[in-house]
């Protein structure tokens, strides 16, 4: 197979390399293989890692440190314990910490929800100000996207750069309208390029001066030590910057263990300022008369403190990182050289973000598809799936086997080779 670059093949090379591809979907198609790399889920050898979750209670054993009846009502914040690990870990004071269930993304839901129907603090509701914005930087998490989606909130694309979002942008856009009443941000390994803001970014966002009085950050930082190479850079703390700046209640800080223990029966948290979260509790004692607070203790006493956390992790790093190369690997081998695709080689968080030539990502979606190879959407990493260039694919490749992950993989490679030299003859008919 041709090993130079695609875009400057004569036109009857192009031809000839289209039908020998052809062929070789054709045998792959037919294999009807189910190989799914569409989700950042986690791997059966990562869940494996917190097994001991299972049996770390006994029958007896349900009083929290503070003398708790984690089996019974109460406790809208969150068992003390795990509000320190979740503090600890962010940097932060538990006071500042409300911990919840599994999924970080209901914390968000629930509290853009409020915002609609109630108001930020008890001021004018959302909906009733008009059409709400929000600041979305763009290759971005699909299901952010999709929250303000169903809440009608229109989503304004702002690029990320190798130091974050764009802030010239976000910076005018935010002073000029009072409408834009949050912005999502993914500070570390962000989904689905794997930035990691720098600390201007971070500073510069902490220092805003929005024109709505009821701008909220919502600082999705699911990744924070989620990294597998290297050293991960300390970033300055979003909740201490803020107060600095004279913004102490405008950020939301979310985090969970979705990723860390088990996906379905983790815990999270939401960190704000005391203040606020006065205010979220006021919500959640009309909500819930108390959150699952057994699960809580069985982190609370699986992982001990937040050192605990970072053992676990170095031994989910080496297990993670494994994919990442094996993937990594079959993308430099088929397709290294060639001109038609980029991508970036991370070294945290769970994803790889993939740029075919322009106009293929559709295609290279559909022929994996019909292949058996599940992906995410092309598209889905951009506001209503409308990816301007039609070029972004978001990868995950911590779910699958190794040995499915390569094939996969390969497969996957196919399919952009295809794409791509159907383009360069001028189109996906010729």
């Not at 802030?167 to 500070?187: H, N, Q, S, T």
């Not at 058996?372 to 506001?383: D, E, M, N, Q, S």
Request: aromatic content about 10%; charged content about 25%; overall charge negative.
């Amino acid at each position: 197979m041709h090993d130079g670059d695609y875009t400057q093949l004569p036109h009857d090379r192009l031809a000839d390399l289209r039908r020998a591809l052809l062929y070789r979907y054709g045998a792959v198609a037919a294999r009807n293989l189910r190989l799914d790399m569409s989700r950042g889920k986690p791997g059966r050898d990562q869940l494996d890692l917190s097994s001991g979750l299972l049996d770390c209670l006994t029958k007896d054993d349900y009083m929290s440190r503070n003398g708790i009846d984690c089996r019974n009502y109460g406790g809208l914040d969150g068992l003390a314990e795990m509000k320190e690990i979740f503090a600890d870990i962010l940097s932060v004071e538990p006071s500042e910490v409300i911990v919840g269930g599994n999924s970080s993304l209901n914390m968000m839901f629930d509290n853009i929800a409020s915002n609609m129907s109630h108001g930020v603090r008890d001021q004018v509701p959302w909906q009733k100000q008009g059409k709400v914005r929000f600041i979305c930087p763009v290759p971005g998490y699909d299901r952010h996207f999709a929250i303000c989606d169903y809440f009608h909130i229109e989503m304004i694309p702002v690029p990320m750069t190798p130091e974050g979002p764009d802030m010239d942008e976000v910076e005018r856009l935010v002073a000029g309208d009072g409408m834009i009443k949050g912005m999502w941000c993914v500070p570390v390994f962000s989904n689905p390029d794997g930035c990691v803001y720098s600390e201007e970014t971070v500073l510069r966002l902490a220092n805003m001066r929005p024109k709505a009085a009821d701008f909220r950050l919502y600082w999705d930082n699911a990744y924070r030590i989620h990294h597998f190479e290297g050293e991960l850079r300390p970033l300055p703390n979003i909740i201490r910057e803020c107060e600095k700046a004279g913004n102490p209640h405008m950020p939301l800080e979310f985090f969970s263990f979705s990723k860390i223990s088990f996906s379905g029966a983790a815990v999270s948290a939401v960190v704000s300022s005391a203040s606020n979260c006065e205010f979220i509790l006021k919500r959640l004692s009309v909500q819930t008369v108390g959150p699952d607070k057994l699960n809580m203790l069985r982190h609370a006493r699986f992982f001990k403190n937040a050192a605990g956390v970072y053992r676990h992790m170095e031994k989910m790093a080496v297990l993670v990182r494994a994919k990442f190369d094996c993937l990594d690997g079959v993308l430099r081998e088929n397709l290294g050289g060639k001109g038609i695709a980029a991508w970036n080689n991370p070294g945290g968080g769970y994803f790889v973000s993939f740029d075919t030539l322009p106009g293929c990502a559709k295609r290279v979606y559909d022929l994996c598809k019909n292949a058996g190879v599940a992906l995410t959407a092309a598209g889905a990493t951009y506001p209503y799936g409308r990816d301007p260039n039609d070029s972004n694919i978001r990868l995950a490749p911590t779910y699958p086997e190794t040995d499915e992950l390569r094939q996969a993989a390969e497969v996957f490679c196919l399919a952009v080779e295809l794409a791509s030299a159907e383009k360069l003859l001028g189109g996906f008919n010729g």
